[in-house]
């Protein structure tokens, strides 16, 4: 499905509502080598995130982590914010991803374990082997939050 509006694949690669959760993939902001699997609940709103190697995340205690709220914000960009307030059972008059994330926050929701993490990666992976590429020298979207230094690296 193409996305609402468009998506900074980099920031976000993976974002889907799936297993009545908001879940996906968000690259680190400081380590380009490190992504974070994150995701919020419908009706309760737990929340768990944690790193592909299942570590928990260190700003996601006691309150929604930065790969939370850009999960939300591109999960809008992606479905669109009503289809989003709608699948996550968010109340707003108008829905954006702030107006969710503030109204899901202000229920201080729980902090799930991190037990979807896995399955979640696992679907971000099936998702990027379904993808089908022309063959092209031109930069590829969908894989530029691969870090472009690794391969010289290793
Ligand atoms: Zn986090």
Redesign the pocket.
């Known amino acids: 499905m193409p996305p609402a509006r468009p998506r900074k694949l980099a920031k976000v690669p993976f974002v889907e509502l799936a297993d009545g959760r908001v879940q996906g993939v968000?690259s680190s902001g400081s380590d380009i080598g490190r992504v974070?699997v994150?995701s919020v609940a419908a009706s309760t709103y737990e929340f768990s995130?944690?790193t592909n190697n299942n570590r928990p995340?260190?700003?996601?205690r006691g309150m929604?982590?930065?790969?939370?709220l850009a999960l939300i914000n591109e999960s809008t960009l992606q479905y669109g914010a009503e289809r989003v307030a709608r699948y996550l059972r968010v109340e707003v008059p108008e829905p954006t991803a702030q107006a969710i994330s503030q109204t899901m926050g202000a229920t201080r929701p729980s902090q799930g374990d991190s037990t979807a993490a896995a399955s979640v990666f696992s679907q971000f992976l099936r998702h990027l082997a379904y993808l089908e590429f022309e063959a092209s020298t031109a930069p590829v979207p969908e894989l530029q939050w691969f870090p472009s230094t690794r391969a010289a690296v290793v």
Do not use: L
């Open positions: 968000v974070y994150s995130c944690s995340c260190g700003g996601a929604f982590c930065n790969h939370i």
